[in-house]
């Protein structure tokens, strides 16, 4: 009774907690927010509150992708296909008048009247509802457009999951990324140019709900870790973690592998089509330049890097992958060859020694790996290169890293591939017990729920049953010896 009332206690102690969070995150945001929109904004202020934003809407992405690579245990390379699919269906959805009008009357533009009048506020118009078609009822709108663009996007996800049924491995990534491009190309042809205005696309989606406010992806972000948390620790997730771990052991123990793969399928296609609508809201325009392979590309070293399958680790690796994008900057500026082999000289260092710590800390043996001696001796070699080797007119020439950001990205992946595989915190999730060092050795309320074994009386009295007949043998067994 006193571990029930204890347990209680820490659920709702832990429940204020996360209130107390979100409340302060959404303060945060909101101050940020009018920095950045000040008629004299701080210095950086505006680039910081771009780079939140574009940390939620690729953190939706990242998440939903999480779905079929870490917790189904499938390697998808099209996401980008489903956000594209999303953005242009939001985008045309929720398009200015005034941009309707003015891709109408271009002498360029392959799209037509009958295309052009897809949109939410005529399709409220026709029903009557004049309220909702102001300028102040533009959010709904934009919610109804959204959502519509997510039921498209998880429509291609159903045609995509199909394939999963007879497909593993990598078979079925060459059809993902295959699917993507075919959704991207296609969106040019001529049979698709109608809707997508070709290879111009169109520009006129409003910013409001991304560029310029923080609180739509931020909320649509909690809304997905929220929908993907409850996913993973229901029946749903375990049975999928299951598929994940080994298809013919879960498939023997009764579970449908063609629902469970096809419905990971829908739900993450749906979360990327949200995304694509915030990300085509956030750029203020649709083209297909805007989701080539490289947005999946992000999403899967934020994946690999921050942990495959836990939330967490994804929201990590999307923070330090748009921190890169974002402030990388300094990475692709013209430098001397000199300063450049010290630049790698210095991050052989930081990595050597990064090796060290963490095998350290984990009290991996042996603490020095090999490859530490060889990241450190190139570490050496370029610094003093670096430093005695200027008088050579070839270190004085400059060097410009064009793709230097993208390039990091690669040695970190591979680094994180080869130290720490499972990525920087594994499968594992950020709780409040972790936070108070406090291990949990009673199931929760909903895994209680789950597993009827726990809530099943007969079962239990029989299993105490036998417990106590186990302890009379043994004391019996006792007294005789």
Known sequence: MAADVGVKNKDARNTLLGFLGIAALVLVLLFV???ATAEDPLR?????NGALTLFAIWGIAAVSLNLINGTLGILSLGHHGFMLIGGYATGLLILSEDARNRILVSGRSTM????LGLSVHSWFESLGLDALTTDDTLWLRYLVAIV???LVAAFAGLIVGIPSLRLRGDYLAIVTFGFGEIIRLSASTRLFAPLTNGALGFPGVPQRFASDQLLWPFGLLALTVFVMAKLKYSSYGRAMEAIREDEIA????????????VLGFVIAAFFAG????LWVSWLGGVRLDFFLFQLTFFFLVAISVGGTGSITGVLLGTALVVFIRQYGDPLEQSYAVSTWAQLVGVVFLIAAGAVIVYRSARRVRPRVHPVVYLLGTAALVAILLGLVAPSFDFWQETFRGFGMRAIFLSVLLIVIMIFRPSGIVGRSEFSWAWVFGERRDQPTEEERAQDAWLTNPELQRRLAGDEENLHSIDGDSKGES
């Open 33 to 35: 927010q009018s920095l």
């Open 44 to 48: 950086g202020v505006a680039k910081f």
């Open 112 to 115: 037509t009247e009958r295309t």
């Open 148 to 150: 519509v663009g997510g």
């Open 250 to 261: 879960a498939e023997a123990m009764g579970i449908n592998l063609a629902y469970h793969k």
């Open 274 to 277: 949200v995304a694509g609508g």
